[in-house]
């Protein structure tokens, strides 16, 4: 965790440094010196204000995620209460574009997720980010579906989200926003005209 008096400027730059390093050299070789150089500061810098190399981690896995719930906040807060389907493909869309697409962010996250489960911190904030998004999409399920079944269908789509954006990091074009989005709603068409049926 940053230190109180933290000039502004200095966290977004040892955050995006080390994003890029990440994404150039991988996390384990992410050293605080490859970090400081990118950043054009001392590894000083970095020991006092986040205690060393696994406080900066953990401040950007913060960053990451707090820009992915505001992406995903603010297309909420476009729809209205009642555009559950809308609103499931905002949140969806919100994994998959802008900063969260971007080629740093999404090698960063694959790091960290592998990390994520070997380090009770990292893991912690990984199950922040699922237990949100699990909350998220049962708020619009449950306006579509009985209380089992939405259940069923918002692990489903989490897992699709997860699925695809994995795929998406480890392909050379990188994340396909649109055809996610195509997927995810075959798999919820195709679970309204099934349970509509019964």
């Known amino acids: 965790m940053p230190k109180v008096g933290m000039p502004s400027i200095r966290k977004p730059q040892l955050v995006n440094a ?11 070789c992410a050293s605080i010196a490859l970090i400081a150089k990118e950043a ?3 590894t ?25 719930s505001q992406t995903v906040t603010d297309k909420l807060r476009a ?5 559950h389907q809308q609103r499931i493909n905002a949140i969806v869309e919100g994994n998959f574009v802008g900063f969260q697409a971007e080629n740093k962010v999404a090698k960063t996250w694959l790091a960290f997720w ?3 489960v070997h380090d009770q911190e990292l ?3 990984q199950r922040v980010n699922e237990k949100r998004l699990i909350s998220h ?4 399920l449950k306006a579509l579906f009985d209380k089992q079944q939405a259940e069923i269908i918002v692990h489903g789509i989490a897992a699709l989200i997860d699925g695809i954006w994995l795929r998406g990091t480890l392909n050379p074009q990188g994340i396909d926003a649109n055809k996610a989005r195509l997927i995810i709603n075959d798999y ?6 099934f349970y509509s049926q019964k």
Do not use: C
Request: charged share 25%.
């Open 137 to 140: 999409l049962k708020i619009e």
């Open 123 to 125: 893991k912690r904030l």
């Open 44 to 68: 000083g810098i970095i020991n006092h204000y986040f205690g060393g190399k696994h406080g900066l981690l953990e401040e950007t896995m913060r960053e990451i995620l707090r820009q992915l």
């Open 18 to 28: 080390t994003m890029s390093v990440i994404d150039r050299v991988g996390l384990p």
């Open 188 to 193: 919820l068409d195709k679970q309204l005209t």
């Open 114 to 116: 592998s990390y994520s």
């Open 40 to 42: 054009g500061v001392s």
């Open 79 to 83: 729809l209205p209460a009642d555009a």
